[in-house]
């Protein structure tokens, strides 16, 4: 049974900095791609930023330079670190795995793509 759990999200002033955690069980995330996706009121659900098996990663150009993903294999946890938050970044957050693809951002433009889903973690920059 996998599970993938989010954490870290919250309340911050614009400027400010976040660091999102996604922890996995029943999977490991050196498969295929892992990603960060967020979905704001009103709005398709928008790939952020993907990690490949290698290590390689990709981001929509909104978050370029703002936000890194990362992954530690030994504890099974995915990461997003963000910094100098925006308004037009709230949105709720999730992390996701596509076991068989390749990490591109391509992919992260077919979120249906991705299998597993974790339930979602809130930021809100204001």
């Known amino acids: 049974h996998v599970q993938l759990v989010e954490s870290g999200g919250g309340s911050v002033q614009p400027g400010g900095s976040l660091t999102l955690s996604c922890v996995a069980s029943g999977y490991t995330l050196n498969r295929g791609c892992m990603g960060w996706f967020r979905q704001a009121p009103g709005k398709e659900r928008e790939g952020v930023a993907g990690?490949?098996?290698?290590?390689?990663?990709s981001y929509t150009d909104s978050v370029k330079g703002r936000f890194t993903i990362s992954k530690d294999n030994a504890k099974n946890t995915l990461y997003l670190q963000m910094n100098s938050l925006k308004p037009e970044d709230t949105a709720m957050y999730y992390c996701?795995?596509?076991?068989?693809?390749?990490?591109?951002?391509?992919?992260?433009?077919?979120?249906?793509?991705?299998?597993?889903w974790g339930q979602g973690t809130q930021v809100t920059v204001s």
């Open positions: 990690i490949g098996t290698d290590g390689s990663t």
């Open positions: 996701a795995a596509d076991p068989t693809s390749y990490c591109s951002l391509r992919l992260l433009a077919t979120p249906r793509d991705f299998v597993y």
